[in-house]
């Protein structure tokens, strides 16, 4: 075991000793409402704008896409209740679920749908999902409760791309009189009631909510930045469910008698992202050389204490291939420093690389392991750690040259992707690498409806990442939720949403 490992274990154990003695407001007994604890505070309420995966785990709760996915990642109706292809691929129709409301008592029909489409496609809001529904020429509406998209093209994994959070549906009064990043008003499972940024947020259960649930009368989230202080509220107590990002902490609940911890393998990745547009980096030897020299498993033990998996560009294990098929998975050092030779940089230079605290809380860790590795190869690593806001809104900006960072996955390789990686792409400049073979196969990847050629178009767009080597990808996670005994039915998810939150149950 390395030396950081062991004072990385140490340290979690000290604040875990210290937490025991931190006063958390009390559980209501008998109530039932849910207390739950995170870390890490949502960054604002706008679905189509937030990055933040702490937004989006929130936003989840309030709002509703036309499709989700469910805990084995197949798309499943949410606000649609069915869909359908024309047979040249070119029209897609949803039908709608009626007698939904909105949390304001107004009905949901086709115009909020085409209204929620047309600002995400609207340039000017700078929607997070925009690259993917590009593919959108226009859209009608025969009736309340049937959309009609007209696409410029056969977009296979436009459906998919529906499934974002980011695609929510949003009432078409709120985007035509209010104002979005203020009004949360949805179709949700939950109804926010208050938001007190870093403190609390209180929802209460949507009485009129079209699905199952919710079971409970409302959720009260409580920030307590510390997870060694979550964890010590659990065992007090005063907490029912919690999420857990630190895999140093949650491992801690293993075996807990009155906690249940459910440990779900994630489909986000940890990445270090590098951006080739900026010197040296712009130089493939260099950026080949700092893939060569990053011992990726030595990352996931020292910083996640082994609780991961080394991983490729693609995550989701219908598309992902071996690690042996890709570009220097294996260190090699010798290889780094002939690469660095060749591009006239063996004298080395200084990284400088951002680090968002908290999320994920094993970012700093993961940067030191790097900054340390890649020494061998003469590169100065400086960090630069950030609160979480702030690291958002300088990687929304591009004002960086490299970044830890922890991304979601999504079940499609198109738009997990195309937003980074296709020309025009919304986050194009922040990927920071333009590339035409990249570009070529995420648009073969979108309209082929093969399912095995579509496996091996995506099979060679991993190979090409990692032959280029724009970021590095380093590991997907474990999702950690924490439970007290008596609270029963929540699915965890591969990619770590609380929609789920909506079918609990408090048997006190």
């Given at each position: 075991m390395s030396l950081a490992k062991v004072v990385r274990i140490v340290l979690m154990g000290a604040l875990l000793v210290m937490a025991v003695g931190v006063t958390v407001p009390g559980a209501a007994q008998g109530s039932n409402t849910l207390i739950m604890a995170r870390a890490v505070d949502a960054t604002g309420l706008d679905p189509h704008l937030q990055t933040a995966f702490s937004s989006l785990r929130l936003l989840d709760l309030i709002y509703e896409p036309l499709v989700r996915t469910d805990a084995d990642l197949n798309l499943i109706p949410a606000l649609a209740e069915s869909w359908e292809f024309s047979d040249d691929g070119l029209t897609l129709t949803f039908h709608l679920r009626q007698g939904v409301t909105f949390h304001d008592g107004s009905a949901f029909t086709s115009e909020d749908v085409i209204a929620s489409f047309k600002r995400i496609l609207d340039e000017a809001t700078g929607a997070a999902t925009r690259s993917n529904l590009l593919s959108i020429d226009s859209m009608d509406a025969p009736d309340d409760y049937t959309v009609v998209l007209h696409l410029n093209l056969a977009d296979v994994p436009l459906v998919a791309a529906l499934s974002s959070r980011n695609a929510a549906i949003l009432s078409s009064d709120v985007i035509a009189?209010?104002?979005?990043?203020?009004?949360?008003?949805?179709?949700?499972?939950?109804?926010?009631?208050?938001?007190?940024?870093?403190?609390?947020?209180?929802?209460?259960a949507n009485p009129n909510y079209w699905g199952d649930g919710p079971y409970v009368d409302g959720i009260e989230i409580r920030n307590i930045p510390e997870e060694a202080s979550i964890v010590a509220a659990l065992r007090a107590g005063e907490v029912d469910f919690a999420l857990l990002n630190d895999p140093l902490i949650a491992t801690l609940l293993e075996g807990d008698a009155t906690i249940t911890l459910n440990r779900t393998p994630d489909?986000?990745?940890?990445?270090?992202?590098?951006?080739?547009?900026?010197?040296?980096?712009?130089?493939?030897?260099?950026?080949?050389?700092?893939?060569?020299?990053?011992?990726?498993?030595?990352?996931?033990?020292?910083?996640?204490?082994?609780?991961?998996?080394?991983?490729?560009?693609?995550?989701?294990?219908?598309?992902?291939?071996?690690?042996d098929q890709l570009f220097c998975y294996t260190p090699d050092l010798n290889k780094a420093r002939d690469l660095m030779k060749q591009a006239g940089m063996e004298a080395g230079f200084t990284l400088p690389v951002i680090v968002g605290v908290a999320e994920p809380p094993t970012a700093l860790s993961e940067a030191q392991v790097i900054q340390e590795q890649l020494k061998a190869i003469n590169i100065d690593v400086q960090i630069e750690s950030l609160e979480l806001a702030t690291y958002v809104d300088r990687w929304l900006a591009a004002d960086f040259t490299a970044a830890i960072a922890l991304n979601g996955g999504r079940p499609d390789p198109y738009p997990m992707y195309s937003r980074y990686f296709q020309y025009g792409a919304q986050f194009e400049k922040v990927a920071g690498y333009e590339d035409d073979t990249l570009d070529s196969l995420m648009r073969a990847g979108q309209t082929e409806t093969d399912p095995a050629k579509r496996y091996e178009i995506f099979a060679e767009f991993q190979k090409h990442l990692a032959e280029t080597c724009p970021w590095i990808?380093?590991?997907?996670?474990?999702?950690?939720?924490?439970?007290?005994?008596?609270?029963?039915?929540?699915?965890?998810?591969?990619?770590g949403y609380l929609f789920y939150l909506s079918e609990i149950k408090l048997n006190r």
């Open positions: 009189n209010g104002d979005p990043t203020k009004d949360a008003i949805g179709t949700g499972p939950f109804i926010l009631e208050s938001w007190t940024p870093d403190e609390k947020t209180v929802l209460k489909i986000s990745y940890h990445v270090l992202q590098l951006r080739a547009a900026v010197a040296p980096l712009d130089k493939l030897e260099v950026r080949q050389a700092i893939s060569c020299a990053i011992d990726r498993q030595e990352v996931v033990d020292v910083a996640a204490l082994g609780e991961g998996q080394v991983t490729g560009p693609l995550t989701m294990p219908a598309f992902r291939i071996p690690l990808w380093l590991y997907t996670q474990y999702n950690y939720t924490a439970q007290q005994s008596y609270v029963t039915d929540f699915t965890p998810t591969p990619d």
